[in-house]
C-alpha cells in the first residue's frame, strides 16, 4: 500500500469511526445491545396450553439467529434433546421512528444504533407440561436455559397484576416484582395494566423495566397493556406540521402477542384476548387509543361468545378518575364505548391503572347497598373494579370526593357502583388465584404485606357473592399516616 | 525557498498524520476488540455487579454485601433503610461506607509472589467493594442498594434480618462448578421457587471449576442472581475454589492426593475481596474466611469447615471448642469433601484421614448435621450406634444425618452397592438412605426449636428425598424418613444419556 492510499485509507476509517459517534461509555451495559440475547421476555399469542412465545433482542450484527427447546426432565443433560429453531428477526431503528400515524426523531435514544429484535412461537407442546428453552444471539451466545410450564386445560389458574410501574422503574419497582415473585413463585402469569414506562420510546426506560424484571419476565410469562404512556409524539406532515398521539415502535417488536384480525390494524397487538384455560379468559382493551367502537364491538363479541366461568377486562384507563381529571372528552368517550359492555356482560373483574393509587369498587346487584358489609358476611356483586399503581409515583389524594371518585362512588351513569378500598402512597400488586367456582383476589405491598383481599363465590347460574377478608378493614393508607412523599425526578 | 519548505512541511505533517492515524484506528480496534471478548454479564463496568450478600456477625442485626466495579470506582458506599411499604421509603436511607479491593485478574497474589492467571489474559484489573451493615433490629425487613460511580446505583434489594427465634429455613446447594450460568441457573430458580421464604443459603465448596477464572465467577454471579430471594449466603471453599501453587512432594501420591496434599495451596484471591465472611482469629490466617461460624439463631448453629486438608487438626480443635460452647439445639457442619463416599471401590487415604478426624470429633460431641459436596451424586444416611440394622423407612434413633449432593451439570456415579463397607468399618453404626444420579439435587431445611424438617427436590421442583429429625428435651434424636425417600431412585440407568460438560457453553 503507497503511504498516501495508506492515508487515505486511515482517514477514512477514522472518520467514519467519528461521525457515528461512539456512546458505549455512556450507555450502561444494562442497556446496551450485544451479541449475547437480553431483554428477553415470555409471552402469549396463541393458545397457552400449547404454545409459547418469546422475544428477545440483540444489536444489528445478528442477522439470523435461532431458539432451542427442550422438554424439562430432571436430568443433568436434559438439554441433549433439544430441538433448535429459526427466529423471526426485525429490525428496529431506535432515533427514528416512523408509525401509522407519524414520525419522530427520539431525542432519548440519539447515538444509539439500530437493534435487532428476535422472536420464536414453540408450538404443538403438551398443555401443562414443564419446557425448557434457551434462546441464542450471535452464533455461541446463548441465554440460560429457562423453564417455563404450559396451561393445563383445566384447574387452578393464579395471576398477578400490576398497576403502572412507570417512575422509578430500576431502582424501586423492581422491589414490587421481586416481592409478587417471591410471594407467588408459581404464577401462571404477570399482568402489567399500562404505563409500563415513562418514556414510550426511550430505549433506557425500556432497559429499566426489563433489567428489573429480568428473568422474571421469562419464566412466568406476561401479558402487557398498552397505556398511555406507551404513546408518543409524532410529526404527521415534517417537523413544523401537527403532531398525534401514537404507539411507540417499540411495543410491537418487543412482545409477541396475538393478532386480532377483526381490529384495526393499529390495534394488531394491543387489544386482544387469552383464553387462558377452561376457566379464564381475559381480554385487553387498548384504552389509550381511540378506536373504541371497534374494540366496543369486539369485546362485545368476545364476552358473548366465551364459554368461560371468569372474564377478566384489563385495560389501562379507568372507567372512573378522580373529579378534577373527570372533564377530559376522551374519558367520557372511553366509558360511554366500553362500559355498557362490561355491565352487560357482568365481566368479574376489571383491573386498570393510571391514576397512580389503589381502589377497588364493586358493582353491587343491589343499588341501594351503600355502606360495606362487615368481615363475613357476602353480597351479590356483578363487577369488581380495580385501579392500582406499582410504580413510584403516587396522586397526591386527601379530598375525600376526589378518593371516592377514583373508585368510581355512585357515579351518577353507574349508580350501583360503590367504594370498597383505597389505599394511597403505597405501590402494590395484586393475586388472584381462581379455582372452579372460587375467585381469591389479595392486594400487597411491596413489603408483601396483604393490604386488601375479597372471596367472590359464583354458583352455575352465574349469580356471585363477594366477601370481603379481614384485610379489606384495617387502617386505610393515606398520605398522613404514610412514609413522606417526594415526586420521582430524583430517582435514579 | 519557500515553496520548497512548505512541500518538506507538508511531508512531515503526511508522516505525522499517517502514524496519527494509524494509531488512532489501531487503538480503536483494539478497544473494540477488547470490548467483545468479554460477554456483558462478566465485563467490569462504572455500575455494580456481582452483588451478594452474606453474613459477616449476628444474623438477627448483622449483614454484608460486596459487589465488583471497574477501577474508576474508588469509594464503596451503600445505603440502607427499613422497608417501609410506602412509595418512597428510600427518602430515609442512611449512607454507609466500606472497603474497597484492587484485584489484578492476569496476576493475582499468591503466597510470596504474583501467580500468572492465563484464563484472564488481557482482563483489566478491578475494584471489589464491601459494606458491613450492623446495628439492626432482628426479624426486619430492610431495603439496600450499592453504588458504582456517581448516580449509579444497583436497583433497591430487600433482605430481612435473622429473627432470634424459630424457625428457620435454609437452602443447601452442592457444587455448581460446570454449566453454571446454562444449567445450574435451572437449580436455583426451583430452588427459589420451592423455597421462596428461605432465610440463607449454603453452597457447599466448587462453586466454580477454576478458582481463578474470572468468567467462571461472572457465570456462578449471573446464576446466582436468579435466585429472586435475595437471601444471604454462606459459602464453602471445595478443591475447585483453591489454586494449588506447587505439588506435594510426595511422589507416591495420586493425582487425587497429590492436589489435596499440594505442598502450597491458596484459596482463590477471588475469594476474600467478594465474600465478606466472619474471621476466626485463633486460626491461622489462610483459614480466615474459609473456617468461621455462624449461630443464626437461638436454635441453630452453623459450622463452615475447610476441608481441602490445611491444617485440618486446628480446625477440629476450634470445632470442638466451639461445640461445647454452643447452646444451640441444631449443630450443623458444613465443609466440600463428604464424610462417606467414594467412586468406584475405593477411598482416597486422604479423605479416609479426613474422616477418622471428624468422626472422633462427632463421638465426642453433637452434631446433628454434615452437609457436603465433591461427589457430583446424590447421598443421604445416617450415623449412629447399630443403625445399619433399620430398614429405610424405619424410624429410629439417629447421632448425625450427612449428606452429598451437587447441582453441576457434571456428573459422577454413586456406587450404591459398596456402602456396607462403611458400615463393617464403622461397626454398623452406618447406613445409606437414600441415592441419586444424574440429577441435580438440592435440600430445604426447616428447623424449628424440636424438629428438623428436610426435603430435597430436583431442578424441576418435585420432591424427591426428605425426613424428619425430632429431638427431646434430652437432646435424643429420632429420624423418619417421609414416604418419596423409598420410591425409585435415579440411577444412569433411569434417566436419560448423559454427556460431560465439556460442550457447554
Do not use: C
Request: proline fraction near 5%; hydrophobic fraction near 40%.
Amino acid at each position: 500500500m503507497k503511504p498516501l492510499t495508506f492515508f487515505l485509507v486511515s482517514f477514512l476509517l477514522v472518520l467514519s469511526l467519528f461521525s457515528h459517534p461512539d456512546h458505549t461509555d455512556q450507555i450502561p451495559h444494562w442497556q446496551k445491545a450485544t451479541g449475547w440475547p437480553d431483554r428477553i421476555i415470555t409471552t402469549f399469542s396463541d393458545d397457552p396450553a400449547t404454545t409459547i412465545s418469546v422475544t428477545w433482542r440483540t444489536d444489528s450484527s445478528v442477522g439470523r439467529t435461532i431458539a432451542e427447546i427442550a422438554l424439562a426432565t430432571a436430568d443433568a443433560r436434559f438439554d441433549i434433546q433439544g430441538q433448535v429453531y429459526r427466529a423471526k428477526t426485525e429490525h428496529v431503528d431506535l432515533e427514528h421512528m416512523v408509525t401509522e400515524d407519524g414520525e419522530r426523531h427520539s431525542l432519548y435514544n440519539i447515538g444509539i444504533g439500530p437493534v435487532h429484535y428476535h422472536s420464536i412461537v414453540f408450538e404443538d407442546l403438551e398443555p401443562d407440561t414443564l419446557y425448557a428453552f434457551r434462546v441464542q444471539g450471535a452464533r455461541g451466545k446463548w441465554s440460560e436455559w429457562f423453564q417455563v410450564q404450559t396451561a393445563a386445560k383445566n384447574g387452578p389458574v393464579q395471576f398477578v397484576y400490576f398497576g403502572d410501574s412507570q417512575n422509578g422503574v430500576r431502582p424501586n419497582w423492581s422491589r414490587v416484582i421481586r416481592m409478587a415473585n417471591q410471594k407467588v413463585p408459581t404464577a401462571n402469569f404477570f399482568l402489567h395494566a399500562g404505563d409500563l414506562v415513562a418514556k414510550a420510546d426511550s430505549d433506557y426506560n425500556w432497559a429499566e423495566w426489563f433489567d428489573a424484571g429480568g428473568f422474571i419476565h421469562v419464566q412466568t410469562p406476561v401479558i402487557p397493556v398498552p397505556g398511555n404512556h406507551e404513546n408518543m409524539r409524532v410529526w404527521t406532515d415534517g417537523p413544523d406540521g401537527p403532531t398525534v398521539r401514537s404507539r411507540t415502535t417499540m411495543w410491537e417488536p418487543q412482545f409477541t402477542l396475538p393478532v386480532e384480525e377483526d381490529l384495526p390494524k393499529t390495534l394488531h397487538e394491543n387489544a386482544y384476548d387469552i383464553r387462558y384455560n377452561e376457566d379464564l379468559h381475559v381480554f385487553v382493551v387498548d384504552s389509550a387509543r381511540f378506536e373504541f367502537e371497534d374494540q366496543a364491538k369486539w369485546l362485545d363479541k368476545g364476552l358473548s361468545e366465551t364459554d368461560a366461568k371468569w372474564t377478566v377486562v384489563t385495560m389501562h384507563h379507568p372507567f372512573f378518575t378522580p373529579k378534577a381529571w373527570d372533564t377530559r372528552d376522551i374519558d367520557d368517550v372511553r366509558r360511554k364505548a366500553i362500559a355498557p359492555i362490561v355491565s352487560k356482560h357482568e365481566v368479574d373483574l376489571v383491573l386498570t391503572g393510571h391514576i397512580h393509587t389503589y381502589g377497588r369498587s364493586s358493582a353491587h346487584v343491589d343499588t341501594e347497598q351503600t355502606s360495606r358489609l362487615a368481615e363475613g358476611e357476602a353480597y351479590d356483586v356483578k363487577t369488581v373494579y380495580v385501579i392500582s399503581a406499582s410504580g413510584a409515583k403516587s396522586t397526591l389524594l386527601s379530598n375525600e370526593e376526589q378518593l371516592a371518585a377514583v373508585a368510581g362512588d355512585r357515579k351518577p351513569d353507574m349508580k350501583e357502583i360503590a367504594l370498597e378500598r383505597i389505599g394511597l402512597n403505597t405501590p402494590m400488586f395484586q393475586v388472584i388465584k381462581i379455582d372452579g367456582d372460587i375467585l381469591k383476589y389479595e392486594a400487597r405491598d411491596a413489603t408483601g404485606t396483604l393490604y386488601d383481599e375479597f372471596t367472590i363465590v359464583q354458583d352455575e347460574t352465574g349469580n356471585k357473592q363477594l366477601t370481603n377478608g379481614a384485610a379489606a378493614f384495617g387502617d386505610t393508607r393515606l398520605f398522613s399516616n404514610t412514609g413522606k412523599y417526594r415526586e420521582w425526578w430524583d430517582m435514579r | 525557498m519557500v515553496g520548497h519548505a512548505l512541500i518538506t512541511l507538508f511531508q512531515k505533517m503526511k508522516l505525522l498524520l499517517l502514524s496519527f492515524f494509524s494509531f488512532l484506528t489501531a487503538a480503536l480496534f483494539a478497544h473494540d476488540i477488547g470490548d467483545h471478548e468479554q460477554p456483558p454479564w462478566q465485563a467490569p463496568s462504572q455500575w455494580p455487579d456481582r452483588i451478594i450478600t452474606t453474613l459477616s456477625g449476628d444474623p438477627a442485626t448483622e449483614f454484608s454485601v460486596n459487589w465488583r466495579t471497574d477501577i474508576s470506582v474508588g469509594v464503596a458506599i451503600a445505603e440502607i433503610v427499613k422497608a417501609d411499604p410506602s412509595a418512597r421509603f428510600d427518602i430515609n436511607a442512611i449512607t454507609r461506607r466500606g472497603e474497597t479491593t484492587h484485584l489484578k485478574l492476569d496476576h493475582m497474589p499468591g503466597l510470596n509472589e504474583d501467580i500468572q492467571i492465563i484464563e484472564n489474559q488481557g482482563l483489566p484489573p478491578v475494584h471489589y467493594h464491601s459494606v458491613t451493615f450492623s446495628g439492626l433490629e432482628p426479624d426486619t425487613q430492610y431495603a439496600y442498594r450499592v453504588r458504582g460511580t456517581q448516580g449509579k446505583w444497583s436497583p433497591w434489594r430487600q433482605l430481612k434480618t435473622a429473627s432470634k427465634e424459630s424457625p428457620a429455613k435454609f437452602i443447601f446447594f452442592g457444587d455448581a462448578q460446570t454449566g453454571i450460568r446454562s444449567h445450574v441457573t435451572r437449580t436455583f430458580d426451583a430452588a427459589a421457587r420451592v423455597a421462596a421464604d428461605a432465610d440463607f443459603a449454603i453452597h457447599g465448596g466448587d462453586l466454580v471449576n477454576t478458582a481463578t477464572y474470572d468468567k467462571e465467577w461472572a457465570e456462578w454471579f449471573a446464576a446466582l442472581g436468579r435466585m429472586h430471594l435475595v437471601i444471604p449466603s454462606i459459602p464453602v471453599a471445595g478443591n475447585h475454589d483453591y489454586v494449588n501453587l506447587t505439588k506435594a512432594d510426595n511422589p507416591s501420591l495420586n493425582r487425587q492426593e497429590s492436589k489435596l496434599f499440594a505442598a502450597t495451596k491458596i484459596v482463590t484471591p477471588i475469594w476474600r475481596p467478594q465474600f465478606t465472611l466472619p474471621v476466626v482469629e485463633e486460626l491461622p490466617e489462610e483459614l480466615h474466611e474459609t473456617v468461621y461460624d455462624i449461630r443464626y439463631n437461638q436454635d441453630l448453629h452453623i459450622f463452615v469447615i475447610d476441608s481441602n486438608a490445611t491444617a485440618f487438626d486446628q480446625q477440629m480443635m476450634w470445632l470442638e471448642s466451639e461445640l461445647s460452647k454452643t447452646d444451640a439445639r441444631w449443630k450443623v457442619v458444613t465443609m466440600h469433601h463428604p464424610l462417606f463416599s467414594f467412586i468406584g471401590g475405593t477411598e482416597h487415604p486422604a479423605h479416609k484421614k479426613l474422616r477418622m478426624t471428624l468422626l472422633e470429633v462427632m463421638a465426642r460431641n453433637d452434631i446433628d448435621l454434615v452437609l457436603t459436596g465433591h461427589r457430583h451424586s446424590y447421598q443421604r444416611g445416617v450415623y449412629g450406634d447399630g443403625v445399619a440394622r433399620y430398614t429405610v423407612g424405619e424410624k429410629h434413633a439417629v447421632d448425625t444425618v450427612f449428606l452429598i449432593t451437587a447441582s453441576s451439570t457434571k456428573r459422577g456415579a454413586s456406587k450404591v452397592d459398596g456402602w456396607e463397607r462403611f458400615s463393617k468399618e464403622q461397626d454398623g453404626d452406618f447406613k445409606l438412605d437414600r441415592h441419586g444420579d444424574n440429577v441435580p439435587i438440592f435440600g430445604v431445611f426447616e428447623v424449628t426449636q424440636d424438629t428438623m424438617t428436610y426435603t430435597a427436590f430436583d431442578p424441576l421442583g418435585d420432591e424427591y428425598d426428605g425426613f424428619t429429625l425430632s429431638k427431646d428435651a434430652d437432646g435424643n434424636k429420632t429420624i423418619e424418613d417421609h414416604p418419596i425417600a423409598l420410591t425409585e431412585p435415579y440411577t444412569h440407568e433411569n434417566t436419560s444419556k448423559y454427556i460431560p460438560w465439556d460442550d457447554l457453553r
